[in-house]
């Protein structure tokens, strides 16, 4: 029992906890505008500029933050709120955006890494839970054990690659909180608005590591618990 409150329930709530964090700070800082009134379209392609790229398409994409940096098309995709808004969250987050096309550029090796991993990872996840499922509903069986592997296999893909994850956005978020201060896009005291936006966006990638990284520890378990009976 303790084995799953600190595996499982731990990670989940971990996890609860960084998505009200970022959804607090970002509904909070989204309501304050910055001085200079720049859309965050306009300081993504400051940004991008400032570092040289020129071939990046800045596109509006409907949902809440839905922002993303697409490597493979060159596209940076931001929420509308994001696109359109002159709030320090719509600043800081189409920055950190931003911040991927310039690793994309610079050919940051993590990042190379990440998008290595991605279509794996992508099949992993979608197929890990209902081989896990069954796996542990057959646990008494060899079938059973085989599935538990192969989810154990998924979950370990998964972790690989959020465990990636964590300095490409960390590197990003850096790159960002650099650019908007020295293009005058923000002034200095403006910044602890983006910081908080950013840091607990941060924080749900590390949740999310940590939410793999259990699953994945209990499931190694349960398979050494299988070979010891």
């Excluded at 592997?149 to 790159?175: H, K, N, S, W, Y």
Aim: aromatic share 6%.
């Amino acid at each position: 029992m303790l084995i799953w409150i600190v595996l499982i329930i731990i990670p989940m709530l971990f996890g609860l906890y960084a998505q009200m964090k970022i959804r607090s700070a970002y509904g909070k800082n989204v309501q304050i505008e910055s001085r200079g009134r720049i859309r965050g379209a306009e300081a993504a392609l400051a940004v991008m500029q400032s570092a040289g790229i020129t071939d990046v398409e800045i596109v509006e994409v409907p949902g809440e933050l839905s922002d993303h940096y697409d490597p493979t098309h060159k596209r940076l995709a931001l929420s509308s709120d994001n696109y359109h808004g002159t709030s320090l969250a719509a600043l800081g987050v189409a920055a950190h955006e931003a911040g991927h096309a310039i690793q994309h550029k610079v050919g940051y090796a993590m990042m190379g890494i990440r998008q290595t991993l991605a279509p794996a990872t992508q099949i992993a996840a979608s197929v890990s839970n209902l081989v896990l499922i069954a796996g542990i509903l057959l646990i008494s069986t060899s079938l059973g054990g085989t599935l538990l592997t192969f989810g154990a296999i998924a979950l370990g893909m998964i972790c690989v690659f959020q465990f990636v994850t964590l300095p490409v956005e960390f590197d990003a978020t850096r790159r960002a909180k650099a650019q908007l201060v020295q293009l005058g896009i923000l002034d200095q005291d403006e910044m602890p608005g983006v910081n908080e936006t950013l840091d607990a966006a941060a924080l749900t990638y590390v949740a999310a590591f940590v939410a793999a990284l259990g699953s994945l520890l209990h499931i190694l378990m349960m398979l050494s618990g299988r070979r010891d009976d």
